[in-house]
């Protein structure tokens, strides 16, 4: 008997043996049982995620001698046919090489005879998409209104090019790709039951390599198994795809939180020794600061990064070396740089050069927090927030005569209380911190009013809403230490707007100004910053 690849040896013959798609077995396995099965599905995800197997499942359902039934016997004549592929009564069909009037109008024709050996007549077309028009304007009336016998399951990679006309007559099912775990414990089940000797990294390699497709993981399995005969392990899989592995980019990354562009230069000069590919490589360093962002954002999100355990947890380590808007700057510039890359004809000059920029990174800073620290004000960042240069100069502090303050105004320090409660809140959810960003503090016995100016609407209605204003008093009781009653309110809505404090991110005043002519007379190096930035401005 001739090989049997594996992507079709271990194809589902249940919906039970469907892995990651159980948001579409239950549905249909509901309406099967219920006697609710639409004449029409359209079954839609990326590549290899189970779409055609589905499909074939759902025939074999409608066919099966003890159907319709969501667990067909899978041995009666239906049901063997359909799993051979020999049962007349259900036609696959390529639209891509299919797509014109004549080939639809014949399939019309076909739809009107009795079924010859089952009960059903079951039209499953792939790549549906591919259809022109004509065949499509072919295909609506009966897709309408077909015969009881007949039954109609297209599949497609991308949904946006069906008609309208044709989405509002079918049942459409949205397949998801498979996680890294799901695409591991498969890859084990198979090799086990085939005795493949084959190590742990390597399945976890080839799931990685699989990009949550199943069906290229079970044919880059196939291939590695071919390639080898004794124990597959990782090393194997690296030298069989010339792939690069996960050790170059923590590599990459320990250079850039050491500020060591030669390290990150002799990492490029290592790969093309070893003849890796660039361009992939550069597509994994994007990839690589997304999940670094994701791990500095919060520990919770690990679960989004499909990476081996341990190398996650090496990745959490690294996270934790950057702020948060360095990573996100990092990753906008990699997939820049991926895009220049595939048309460069010289790879790895180009490459060298965005090594050193990533190597030689300057941390994101915002003027407030300039201020803060030249005032002494320095706030204690926490993840989210960026993370100030460590030449920033630090002015002694200053003395101030003792005076009484005015009942309204807000205590001494308020104004570094309010920065680390925004840097809390950031810290914990990152788009409710955004929102703060447009905020100014009143602080007033016990309330603190988020004060919010006219254009901020939207952030003002978001934030007063009674579950973001319990959230934002569990933190502000934290930083402050005492609770306090949150409620926002417009500027033009406040009794006495002279008394708000005035200190978004985005405002600078007029003391600010001065603030900073001062530091400037005392720091030169400060001094011929504020130059340049007048310079540029100008």
């Not at 839609?44 to 055609?52: L, S």
Request: charged share 25%; aromatic share 4%; proline share 6%.
């Amino acid at each position: 008997m001739a090989y049997q690849v594996l992507a079709r040896k271990w194809r589902p013959q249940t919906f039970e043996q469907i892995v990651g798609q159980e948001h579409v077995t239950t549905t249909l396995a509901n309406a099967l049982g219920r006697g609710r099965v639409a004449h029409a599905y359209l079954f839609t995800g990326p590549r290899g995620c189970g779409k055609t197997t589905m499909a074939r499942l759902m025939a074999k359902a409608l066919n099966c001698d003890e159907g319709p039934t969501a667990t067909p016997c899978g041995k009666c004549p239906s049901c063997e046919g359909i799993a051979q592929g020999t049962l007349l009564d259900v036609l696959e069909i390529d639209a891509a090489s299919n797509t014109g009037v004549d080939n639809i109008r014949e399939l019309r024709e076909n739809a009107q005879y009795q079924p010859s050996a089952g009960k059903k007549r079951v039209f499953i077309i792939d790549e549906v998409h591919m259809l022109s028009k004509g065949a499509f304007n072919a295909l609506l009336k009966t897709l309408e209104e077909p015969p009881d016998h007949v039954h109609f399951i297209f599949a497609t990679t991308e949904p946006v090019k069906i008609p309208r006309t044709i989405l509002s007559r079918c049942q459409r099912f949205d397949f998801r790709l498979f996680t890294l775990v799901e695409l591991a414990d498969r890859l084990r089940t198979i090799t086990s039951n085939e005795n493949v000797d084959i190590a742990d990294d390597a399945i976890e390699m080839l799931a990685s390599l699989a990009e949550g497709s199943m069906r290229d993981a079970l044919s880059l399995l196939d291939q590695a198994i071919a390639s080898t005969e004794g124990r597959l392990d990782a090393a194997g899989v690296l030298q069989l795809y010339g792939l690069v592995g996960h050790e170059p980019y923590l590599d990459l990354n320990q250079a850039i939180l050491d500020k060591s562009p030669k390290v990150a230069l002799d990492l490029i000069d290592e790969l093309v020794r070893g003849g890796h590919d660039l361009v992939e490589f550069a597509r994994g360093i994007v990839a690589n600061f997304r999940d670094l962002t994701l791990l500095r954002l919060d520990a919770s999100l690990a679960e989004r990064v499909d990476k081996p355990e341990a190398i996650k947890r090496r990745l959490a380590e690294q996270a934790q070396g950057l702020p948060v808007a360095d990573w996100v700057h990092l990753a906008e510039r990699a997939a820049e740089h991926y895009a220049a890359l595939e048309r460069a004809p010289q790879p790895r000059w180009l490459m060298e050069t965005q090594v050193v920029e990533y190597a030689t990174l300057e941390s994101r800073v915002l003027l407030s927090e300039v201020l803060a620290r030249l005032d002494g004000n320095v706030p204690n960042r926490s993840a989210g927030a960026s993370a100030a240069p460590a030449s920033a100069p630090a002015a002694p502090p200053k003395a101030t005569p003792a005076q009484t303050p005015s009942p309204s105004a807000p205590p001494v320090g308020h104004d570094a209380q309010w920065q680390q409660f925004v840097a809390d809140v950031r810290a914990k959810e990152i788009a409710l911190g955004t929102l703060l960003a447009e905020a100014a503090p009143h602080l007033s016995d016990d309330r603190l009013t988020l004060v919010f100016p006219p254009e901020a609407a939207f952030q003002r209605q978001q934030v007063s809403r009674q579950d973001v204003l319990m959230k934002l008093a569990a933190i502000a009781a934290e930083v402050y230490g005492r609770n306090l009653e949150l409620r926002a309110a417009a500027r033009d809505h406040l009794d006495d707007e002279s008394e708000l404090q005035r200190t978004t991110k985005e405002e600078v005043t007029p003391d600010d100004d001065q603030k900073l002519a001062q530091h400037a007379k005392q720091n030169p190096n400060l001094g011929r910053l504020l130059e340049g930035l007048d310079g540029g401005q100008s």
